[in-house]
């Protein structure tokens, strides 16, 4: 079946650093690949996507490229700031949209 | 105007009772879905539906019960709860339920069973 499998945390980075949040799925078929993030006390937001091989999602300065010879997704930014401390996670979809997340990986930015 | 929206935010109840969570998308979509979030932040599908017809079901306990009045409302009814149904459970919505379509999330219910 499918599966996602991330980097689990917490991460702590201090502002500015380089953001790396590994992500690799299993699958059966062509699945889309998606990045969700929550802040504390909110529900999920899309942060990006993409939807075949070799497409590049991005968003926010976070990019993600959907790697299929290696059955990756990972999750890249620059520069990270404060704002940016939430819990990240990694989706591919299934069965009429349904998501097969990974278990998250928290993020801490400090000043 | 709140895309999708899950009612009560909040709920603590005692160990028997039965609840319900109420979920309503203004979004058009024709797809909706629970998910549970555990403790430590897994999430996982629970249902799905699609034109108000249940598609996904997956291995849930029968005292969760999905209702789904019309395309625009999805609400979960459980009985005789338990300690472990202790979770944030989050509604969301997709336009058509394909794969490439981004799913829109409720603020989530944050169940609390004692």
């Known amino acids: 079946g499918n599966s996602v499998t991330q980097m689990e945390g917490p991460v702590t980075l201090s502002e500015e650093a380089f953001l790396t949040i590994n992500c690799t799925y299993t699958a059966t078929g062509y699945p889309s690949l998606f990045w969700y993030v929550q802040y504390p006390g909110e529900g999920l937001q899309l942060l990006l996507k993409?939807?075949?091989?070799?497409d590049k999602g991005s968003n926010k300065g976070f990019e993600a490229t959907y790697r299929k010879e290696t059955t990756s997704f990972h999750l890249e930014k620059g520069s990270v700031q404060v704002s940016d401390s939430a819990v990240y996670f990694c989706a591919l979809s299934g069965i009429v949209g349904a998501l097969n997340f990974g278990k998250g990986t928290s993020l801490l930015v400090t000043p | 105007d709140t895309a999708v929206s899950q009612t009560p935010k909040y709920l603590v109840t005692q160990m028997g009772n039965d609840k319900s969570i109420k979920c309503e998308q203004n979004?058009?979509?024709?797809?909706m879905y629970w998910y549970k979030q555990d403790s430590k932040k897994f999430l996982k599908i629970m249902f799905s539906y699609n034109n108000k017809e249940l598609i996904i079901n997956e291995t849930v306990p029968n005292r969760f019960s999905p209702k789904s009045p019309d395309k625009a409302h999805l609400n979960l009814h459980i009985n005789s709860l338990e300690l472990g149904d202790s979770a944030v459970y989050f509604c969301a919505s997709s336009q058509d339920g394909s794969r490439d379509t981004e799913a829109f999330f409720g603020q989530g219910t944050r169940l609390t069973v004692v």
């Open positions: 979004l058009g979509h024709d797809t």
């Open positions: 993409a939807t075949k091989a070799d």
